[in-house]
């Protein structure tokens, strides 16, 4: 017989640190760019479109540039909630997750607009069903004290081609540069089409990680980063342009809690 799934706990009893349902895109909130620092603005930049009534829906566009012309064909559409990177030329930046060695092409400003180094977030998401697309939720080390503070808390991965009745996702704990991490990342399976509205949460912080959806705890993990994070709500085009465009995905609601 199968055993009840543990629920997970309430949201804190206080008003939110980040709340945000998208009817407008706050630049003190927002940065609507894939990591510009390893890459140039018109590249970086993301596509999207507000939602009449609350959300943004994030798109890739039949002209829109892949991300690095190394990475092709990789094009995305980011926001994330700051940046960080050295001079130009150096290797210093967020998130430093491609093994050949990214460098800096855009100097980027450090804007910690929400940075929190433990706490909870709820994020309500609409995932596409676009082919060769990918709706992912992130936390990356900010890496502006120190370059090990490099981990990722991976939230969400949804393939497009992973959608249906049951929707299989991978979750869990990326270590990338941080030596005091274990990469430990797992497939989920959602009982429900994630191409309708859905919630996930992470609660992070005194060396534990837990990742849930819909109320429901999905993983458990002892570890976490210990530093500030940037989150990072993604669509990706993972693979040759084709199809129907634009494809999209759907961010309805954001709310965090900084601990």
């Excluded at 929190?116 to 004290?145: F, K, N, Q, S, Y």
């Excluded at 808390?153 to 274990?182: M, Q, Y």
């Excluded at 990742?211 to 976490?224: F, K, N, S």
Aim: with cysteine; proline share 10%; charged share 25%.
């Amino acid at each position: 017989m199968n055993q009840p799934a543990e629920k997970l706990p309430p949201p804190p009893d206080r008003t939110p640190d980040l709340d945000d349902d998208f009817s407008g895109l706050s630049p003190r909130r927002w940065v609507p760019h894939y990591l510009p620092q390893w890459t140039t603005p018109e590249r970086s930049a993301a596509r999207y479109r507000l939602v009449e009534g609350g959300g943004i829906e994030l798109r890739i566009e039949e002209d829109q540039l892949d991300w690095r012309p190394e990475d092709a064909p990789l094009r995305v559409s980011n926001l994330q909630t700051g940046t960080y990177s050295g001079e130009a030329g150096s290797r210093r930046g967020t998130h430093r997750h491609r093994p050949d060695g990214l460098v800096v092409r855009t100097e980027t400003p450090r804007q910690l607009l929400w940075a929190p180094a433990a706490g909870r977030i709820d994020v309500t998401v609409t995932a596409g069903r676009d082919p060769g697309c990918m709706l992912a939720a992130w936390l990356v080390g900010t890496e502006h004290r120190d370059e090990a503070d490099a981990g990722e808390i991976c939230v969400f991965e949804i393939d497009a081609d992973a959608i249906g009745p049951a929707t299989v996702a991978r979750s869990g704990v990326k270590a990338h540069g941080d030596p005091r991490l274990t990469t430990d990342m797992a497939e989920v399976t959602l009982p429900f089409d994630a191409s309708v509205p859905h919630t996930w949460t992470v609660l992070w912080g005194g060396g534990e990680t837990v990742i849930g959806c819909e109320g429901a705890v999905l993983r458990r993990i002892p570890q976490a980063p210990g530093y500030p994070l940037f989150l990072m709500l993604d669509l990706f085009e993972i693979g040759p342009a084709g199809g129907h465009y634009p494809k999209t995905a759907t961010i309805h609601h954001v709310r965090g809690w900084q601990e």
